[in-house]
């Protein structure tokens, strides 16, 4: 595997990047660091809500930001300002510019699901599918527990071998609706609400406690604190300011004529 594209993080990390699904992820993990700890947001993103609620933020979040899914796939074609309040729908004035600042390249992400698992397909690239990693204690001791998410790794860590003519491969994936290879944005958050890991990753399968799950992983809250992503949030946030409170346009003066004086 070592020779595969797909198993080099650095030219991985080039091509999701110049794609915009770096960005993309990071707006969704700063959109869930604000949501996951509100005690005011719908209930299944309540410090309360443990396990699959927190499951159902993220995956709500995901379609959000991809423009995917029942509630947003409306807005795929439109300009995200022009939609930007039925965007945001449930989050608070600090996600605007979040939002306003996402870029991407029409028709880049496809939701759909897959034996009950959500998935997001990156045109061209590979798929993305959801993994916490609360109780497996974080992002690097994750372990792949259903079938499905064993079947998809299995196929993936075929699919990025430069030999490709491996027996019975074609029958292996042929029926499988999602775009190989599979990356996996792994979370972990906390009971109490913080999101204490965001990261995507090139899974690999473990069998043995001594393996990683993973050929690399890219840490997403890390490109979501880097200065090129938050200049672009910060310009953006600008850009809802002068748009939420414009400024009055000049009003030229009137030319009043005094009327005459009574006679």
Same mark, same amino acid.
């Given at each position: 595997?070592?020779?595969?594209?797909?198993?080099?993080?650095?030219?991985?990390?080039?091509?999701?990047?110049?794609?915009?699904?770096?960005?993309?992820?990071?707006?969704?993990? +700063?959109?869930?660091?604000?949501?996951?700890?509100?005690?005011?947001?719908?209930?299944?993103? @309540?410090?309360?809500?443990?396990?699959?609620?927190?499951?159902?933020?993220?995956?709500?979040?995901?379609?959000?930001?991809?423009?995917?899914?029942?509630?947003?796939?409306?807005?795929?074609?439109?300009?995200?300002?022009?939609?930007?309040?039925? !965007?945001?729908?449930?989050?608070?004035?600090?996600?605007?510019?979040?939002?306003?600042? !996402?870029? @991407?390249? /029409?028709?880049?992400? @496809?939701?759909?699901?897959? +034996?009950?698992?959500?998935?997001?397909? %990156?045109?061209?690239?590979?798929?993305?599918?959801?993994?916490?990693?609360? /109780?497996?204690?974080?992002?690097?001791?994750?372990?792949?527990?259903?079938?499905? +998410?064993? /079947?998809?790794?299995?196929?993936?860590?075929?699919?990025?071998?430069?030999?490709?003519?491996?027996?019975?491969?074609?029958?292996?994936?042929?029926?499988?609706?999602? @775009?190989?290879?599979?990356?996996?944005?792994?979370?972990?958050?906390?009971?109490?609400?913080? !999101?204490? =890991?965001?990261?995507?990753?090139?899974?690999?399968?473990? =069998? /043995?406690?001594?393996?990683?799950?993973? %050929?690399?992983?890219?840490?997403?809250?890390?490109?979501?604190?880097?200065?090129?992503?938050?200049?672009?949030?910060?310009?953006?946030?600008?850009? %809802?300011?002068?748009?939420?409170?414009? =400024?009055?346009?000049?009003?030229?003066?009137?030319?009043?004529?005094?009327?005459?004086?009574? =006679?």
């Amino acid at each position: 595997m070592s020779h595969s594209p797909y198993t080099n993080k650095k030219v991985m990390e080039d091509w999701l990047e110049d794609l915009g699904v770096l960005d993309t992820l990071a707006t969704a993990a +700063k959109i869930i660091q604000l949501a996951a700890s509100n005690p005011d947001y719908p209930e299944h993103a @309540r410090n309360a809500s443990k396990g699959m609620n927190h499951y159902e933020l993220v995956a709500e979040n995901l379609n959000r930001v991809t423009l995917t899914g029942d509630k947003f796939a409306s807005f795929q074609n439109e300009p995200i300002t022009k939609n930007l309040n039925a !965007l945001a729908t449930d989050l608070p004035q600090e996600a605007y510019p979040l939002l306003t600042a !996402l870029s @991407r390249r /029409r028709g880049l992400y @496809r939701s759909d699901s897959y +034996k009950n698992m959500p998935f997001w397909e %990156v045109s061209t690239c590979c798929s993305l599918v959801m993994q916490s990693a609360n /109780r497996f204690g974080g992002v690097d001791k994750i372990r792949w527990e259903s079938s499905t +998410k064993k /079947r998809i790794i299995s196929a993936t860590n075929h699919y990025v071998q430069d030999t490709l003519d491996i027996p019975g491969l074609d029958d292996y994936v042929e029926d499988l609706p999602l @775009r190989l290879p599979i990356l996996v944005v792994a979370y972990n958050i906390s009971p109490e609400g913080e !999101l204490k =890991e965001f990261a995507l990753g090139l899974p690999a399968p473990v =069998e /043995r406690r001594s393996q990683s799950p993973w %050929v690399w992983t890219i840490d997403v809250l890390d490109h979501a604190a880097s200065p090129k992503f938050l200049a672009a949030i910060d310009s953006a946030q600008e850009e %809802v300011q002068s748009t939420a409170h414009p =400024e009055a346009p000049a009003v030229p003066d009137a030319h009043v004529k005094l009327k005459k004086a009574a =006679e």
